[in-house]
């Protein structure tokens, strides 16, 4: 039989590899994806995968050529590799309608965001904030593949419970969160999301994670502003031909 060549590219990860562990392939700071191909684009048309919201995981898997665990990603990481994915598939240009005007971003133009290299150089995924309000300590972390599957598995069953509510906020802390005051117990990091973590407090340890999480620079520049705007991974992103 024939020995066919399939083409594979390397994507530098946003967090460098510093937050896994040494013996982890992922420390090397990048990771081995391959082009798309039939099999793939049968993932992406998959409707069980769709239905269950499960379809780009599968295909980020299925394209990873690299032997990790990839419930190890970190979602910074993991969004590299979406982007990557996205070029190999289907080009480099995304075209998508922001604000009535019609866009063109060059996906190869985007950089992983810059990192305070001195936070992440320990190895540890254990990071700490004094709640500016309150002025109580935490230490969180950043979460993984793996947390945010464990996430959604929670919010689910509380929707289940209760229909009208929507914990999403208040879950995603309990698990970012590893202690409050040095109090690493599970019970009193859920006591204190739910009756003391102030809102300002939550959207100021938010926004925080946020600035200093290794991740992709996902923003643009709409035409004829000078204000970026965050790039709207819509249904066109890994489906090109939707709708036509």
């Given at each position: 039989?024939a020995?066919?060549?399939?083409?594979?590219?390397?994507?530098?990860?946003?967090?460098?590899?510093?937050?896994?562990?040494?013996?982890?392939?992922l420390?090397?700071?990048?990771?081995e994806?391959k082009?798309?191909?039939a099999?793939?684009?049968d993932?992406?048309?998959?409707?069980?995968?769709?239905?269950?919201?499960?379809?780009?995981?599968?295909?980020f898997?299925?394209?990873?050529?690299?032997?990790?665990?990839?419930?190890?990603?970190?979602?910074?990481?993991?969004?590299?590799?979406?982007?990557?994915?996205?070029?190999?598939?289907?080009?480099?240009?995304?075209?998508?309608?922001?604000?009535?005007?019609?866009?063109?971003?060059?996906?190869?133009?985007?950089?992983?965001?810059?990192?305070?290299?001195?936070?992440?150089?320990?190895?540890?995924?254990?990071?700490?904030f004094?709640?500016?309000?309150?002025?109580?300590?935490?230490?969180?972390?950043?979460?993984?593949?793996?947390?945010?599957?464990?996430?959604?598995?929670?919010?689910?069953?509380?929707?289940?419970?209760?229909?009208?509510s929507?914990?999403?906020?208040?879950?995603?802390?309990?698990?970012?969160?590893?202690?409050v005051?040095?109090?690493?117990?599970?019970?009193?990091?859920?006591?204190?999301?739910?009756?003391?973590?102030?809102?300002?407090?939550?959207?100021?340890?938010r926004?925080?994670?946020?600035?200093?999480?290794?991740?992709?620079?996902?923003?643009?520049?709409?035409?004829?502003?000078?204000?970026?705007?965050?790039?709207?991974?819509?249904?066109?992103?890994?489906?090109?031909?939707?709708?036509k």
């Amino acid at each position: 039989m024939a020995e066919f060549k399939l083409p594979t590219e390397v994507v530098e990860l946003p967090s460098k590899g510093y937050l896994y562990p040494k013996d982890s392939p992922l420390a090397e700071g990048k990771i081995e994806i391959k082009y798309m191909t039939a099999k793939e684009e049968d993932i992406l048309t998959n409707s069980s995968y769709i239905q269950k919201g499960t379809v780009l995981d599968k295909l980020f898997q299925s394209l990873i050529v690299s032997k990790i665990n990839y419930d190890d990603l970190l979602i910074g990481d993991k969004n590299a590799i979406m982007i990557a994915a996205r070029v190999l598939g289907y080009g480099k240009d995304y075209t998508f309608t922001y604000e009535g005007v019609e866009e063109t971003v060059d996906l190869t133009e985007i950089e992983n965001k810059e990192i305070d290299e001195e936070l992440f150089k320990n190895g540890k995924n254990e990071f700490s904030f004094t709640l500016p309000h309150s002025g109580n300590e935490v230490t969180f972390k950043l979460l993984t593949h793996g947390d945010e599957t464990k996430i959604q598995r929670e919010i689910d069953g509380l929707k289940k419970l209760d229909k009208n509510s929507d914990p999403s906020l208040t879950t995603r802390l309990k698990h970012m969160i590893l202690s409050v005051e040095g109090d690493s117990e599970k019970k009193s990091i859920r006591e204190f999301v739910d009756r003391y973590l102030l809102a300002r407090d939550a959207r100021a340890l938010r926004e925080h994670i946020k600035s200093m999480s290794p991740d992709v620079d996902l923003t643009f520049f709409p035409s004829g502003s000078e204000t970026a705007r965050t790039i709207p991974i819509g249904v066109g992103f890994f489906w090109p031909d939707f709708g036509k």
